[in-house]
């Protein structure tokens, strides 16, 4: 049964290769596109910026419509925080992937600016670019439809097209991660009814105003640097305490061993 589902994935892999493999063409031989395409692959204001910055206008547009707007800004939020946290769980319980910057068989050829140990032992399935971000341009598409295409597009083209050029991400690795981001965002807003999440947040920001904005204003920064800094210390957090386990372990066995050396 494995080989046969392994055999079934063969037509999808080779699907990978050959446009991770065509995108390579481009990269390695022109230094300016290079440094062009990892500086809007790295920009956290051409990524989450652009979207934390269109949620905020929303939120102090005032109209007839302005408490249910909010009340979508606020569920679409907390999908997109459900769909980062979904992304790097689905990353460390699916099977291991090897980006295609360090997949041997590809033997791409790396853009210059790219450091070759980048990302390494981060599985690249599904694209957590992706999840959030389709997450989020579904979200704009509900409130503002012409701009909803755009935030489509943009999520396309300028955050997870980059992310294939640079051999960080299969083109696969981005479609799931796709599919993935708007459906975790859809069942957001089928769930989270305004009474469960939105209005209680709402009551906060009128009560507590202080407290509300400057919490809304560290969780909208995480959202658009994608948690990169919690996410970096809860490694190094974990880095920590397997050393410091280790360590106490030696020592231990140390001790123990140690009368008998007498």
Not at 20 to 41: H, M, T
Not at 42 to 64: C, E, H, N, T
Request: net charge neutral.
């Amino acid at each position: 049964m494995l080989h046969d589902f392994a055999a079934s994935l063969a037509p999808i892999i080779s699907w990978d290769h050959t446009v991770s493999l065509w995108l390579n063409g481009f990269a390695g031989s022109n230094p300016a596109l290079d440094r062009f395409v990892y500086n809007i692959a790295d920009s956290a204001m051409l990524k989450g910026g652009l979207f934390m910055a269109f949620f905020w206008w929303l939120w102090f547009k005032r109209d007839d419509a302005t408490t249910e707007r909010r009340q979508t800004i606020l569920t679409a939020l907390a999908g997109a925080i459900s769909a980062i946290a979904i992304a790097r769980v689905l990353q460390l319980l699916l099977p291991f992937r090897e980006r295609p910057l360090h997949n041997d068989a590809l033997n791409l050829t790396p853009p210059t600016v790219v450091n070759p140990d980048t990302l390494d032992g981060w599985s690249s399935f599904p694209s957590d670019h992706a999840v959030l971000f389709f997450a989020l341009a579904l979200a704009v598409w509900r409130l503002n439809r012409p701009l909803g295409i755009f935030a489509f597009l943009w999520s396309s083209l300028a955050i997870c097209l980059p992310r294939v050029f640079l051999g960080y991400h299969y083109a696969t690795d981005v479609l799931v991660g796709a599919v993935t981001g708007i459906a975790i965002m859809q069942i957001a807003f089928a769930v989270l009814r305004p009474r469960l999440l939105a209005q209680p947040l709402l009551r906060w920001e009128k009560a507590h105003a202080t407290s509300f904005y400057c919490a809304a204003f560290v969780a909208s920064l995480e959202l658009a640097v994608l948690f990169q800094d919690v996410r970096q210390l809860t490694t190094d957090s974990l880095y920590l305490v397997n050393h410091l386990t280790v360590t106490q372990a030696v020592a231990t066995e140390a001790t123990a061993v140690q009368p008998g050396l007498k």
